[in-house]
């Protein structure tokens, strides 16, 4: 590792509607919105390069790592 390392292999370039559709999906599945889960996987189809679908899952982790957030207990009643 030296002071100027160059990289030599650039990142391929990600597909952001595959990301973001990935993303929709992680909070469809959070909120068990089944009729957007299954839009998005009828627009992502299963003709897509594997590029795609591990842009589609790195959006999916992207959400995926952010804690839900813990609800209170109901002190109403």
């Known amino acids: ?22 993303r929709e999906y992680a909070i469809a599945r959070r909120h068990r919105d089944t009729k957007a889960m299954n839009r998005i996987m009828r627009q992502v189809g299963n003709d897509k390069d594997v590029t795609d679908l591990s842009d589609f899952r790195s959006g999916q982790d992207s959400y995926d790592s952010i804690p839900p957030i813990p609800r209170g207990r109901n002190r109403r009643r």
């Open 1 to 22: 590792m030296g002071l100027f390392n160059r990289n030599s292999n650039p990142e391929p370039a990600r597909n952001e509607e595959m990301v973001e559709l990935g």
